[in-house]
């Protein structure tokens, strides 16, 4: 007789419940065994809400940085309009598109995806993401005609990164670089416009730096698709340069472009800030060394540790520009 308890290989009612969770936002790509996802769960995780709150985050430091938002407007309809926007709707639209055209390269690296799993037929999906382009361009359009050139032009880029024959993600640098554009540099910019009606030089330099450090950040999520990657000759940084060369250039991604944010900060005088800025990098080089020794093992530990750190110094740089 087995001395195994048949109680250990079943998974208790909270480990369920979290692994569902984690499956649905795009935490993990399992699913618990047995479990048939709802429908609302399947669009979920075609949506990857995960996703939704580096963009989010985004759009509220441009907002911050504009000089006219306060807590005060926290309640106002434009700024849940705004992370309606650059949540579920444009980077939803974009998570949609990349698994539309993803499907075969997640089918072996996170079979579990809706479109792979069979969840969601590719005529659901045409469907889905035609509806969500359009409600999408609709909500930009009543923000601000900036922000409505600049969700045209996300969506485009996410054609640019996932659709053959260009596919962005195949060509080294590029797929990272204009993936950082779209989830960081414009709704940055979006949020500063909603608020002030322009744009000012100084966000835009600090936008740039962090959109800089991003695609060091890209290069992290890269790790857990290698196999896949390697199989349909798409070369991202760990394909090309190996994973431990490809986590150290990611590191000085991250790095570089934070130490130039807080550098711009000195340069206009705002010393506290970029002081702040940069001690907001210590924890991440520390948290680094970890992520270089083993990158495939330390990946989504890293990302979810050392992104707090970063976003927290984005929200440092826009208080300190935001009076200027």
């Not at 000085?252 to 900060?265: K, P, R, T, V």
């Amino acid at each position: 007789m087995s001395n195994v308890s048949p109680n250990k290989s079943k998974p208790s009612a909270e480990q369920t419940q979290f692994e569902r969770l984690a499956s649905t936002s795009g935490i993990r790509n399992t699913r618990p065994a047995g479990h048939s996802a709802s429908f609302a769960e399947t669009l979920l995780s075609f949506l990857k809400p995960i996703t939704w709150i580096p963009v989010i985050w985004s759009f509220v430091c441009g907002a911050v940085a504009s000089g006219v938002f306060g807590w005060s407007n926290l309640g106002d309809g434009l700024f849940w309009l705004g992370v309606l926007l650059t949540g579920p709707m444009a980077t939803g639209v974009c998570q949609m598109l990349n698994d539309y055209f993803d499907r075969e390269i997640d089918a072996i690296n996170e079979p579990t995806r809706p479109i792979p799993s069979g969840a969601i037929s590719l005529r659901h999906a045409t469907i889905l993401i035609s509806i969500w382009s359009v409600l999408t361009v609709l909500i930009a359009w009543l923000i601000h005609p900036f922000v409505l050139a600049h969700v045209i032009l996300g969506i485009v880029n996410a054609h640019l990164y996932s659709a053959n024959p260009i596919k962005l993600k195949k060509r080294l640098w590029w797929g990272n670089i204009i993936v950082a554009f779209s989830y960081l540099l414009y709704p940055w910019l979006s949020g500063e416009v909603a608020y002030r009606g322009e744009i000012t030089v100084h966000s835009v330099v600090i936008a740039f730096c962090y959109a800089f450090a991003s695609t060091g950040t890209m290069t992290v999520n890269d790790f857990k698709s290698i196999e896949g990657d390697i199989r349909v000759g798409i070369r991202t940084l760990p394909v090309a340069f190996g994973e431990r060369n490809a986590a150290i250039i990611a590191a000085l991604l991250i790095n570089l472009g934070q130490i130039f944010a807080s550098l711009y900060l000195f340069w206009l005088g705002q010393d506290v800030n970029a002081w702040l800025a940069l001690l907001f990098i210590l924890p991440q080089i520390a948290l680094q060394v970890r992520f270089i020794s083993a990158p495939r093992k330390y990946d989504v530990w890293y990302n979810a540790i050392a992104q707090n750190f970063l976003v927290a110094g984005m929200m440092v740089c826009a208080l300190g520009i935001a009076n200027l």
